[in-house]
């Protein structure tokens, strides 16, 4: 399994900025390899159950050569009704080997969220919306990985 403590930082990268965002990316990338292999290789459609935690759903919305987008998104139980939170939009660039977390991250719906939401953004707070996307992505993958949570890709 990689792993993303081998990510070279420049000792000028501050963070926010565009090297140590460069580096977060590379990190999502890694991470997103922990949960499924080859975004290419996988189904439109996937869902990760695990005992003891909710199950994830990722959606591949596009497929290109150098590019994939998809959303992830946690299904809670609410009663009887399923609550989709938080759902990111992620875009993989193959090629380069980053993960970017896209569009706008609203507050969770889901209470078990908020905190870590709430936390991030005030860590973050002097930064960029992009910033705290990717380090809540970053979080995440790091969370479902650690979970046991993946997603087995189609056969070639």
Request: glycine share 4%.
């Amino acid at each position: 399994m990689l792993s993303d403590h081998l990510c070279a930082v420049s000792w000028r990268a501050r963070p926010g900025s565009f090297v140590s965002l460069m580096t977060l990316y590379e990190s999502n990338y890694i991470r997103l390899g922990w949960l499924a292999s080859d975004v290419r290789r996988l189904p439109n459609l996937n869902l990760s159950h695990v005992a003891g935690d909710c199950d994830l759903r990722l959606v591949l919305l596009e497929r290109g050569p150098y590019t994939s987008t998809f959303q992830l998104t946690y299904l809670f139980a609410d009663g009887p009704r399923t609550v989709e939170d938080p759902a990111l939009e992620v875009r993989v660039y193959h090629d380069a080997r980053l993960a970017e977390a896209r569009g706008t991250l609203t507050r969770p719906v889901h209470e078990a969220l908020r905190t870590i939401h709430d936390r991030t953004l005030r860590e973050t707070a002097h930064r960029d919306a992009r910033w705290a996307r990717n380090v809540m992505l970053n979080k995440w993958l790091e969370y479902c990985s650690d979970r046991g949570h993946r997603f087995a890709p189609t056969a070639a």
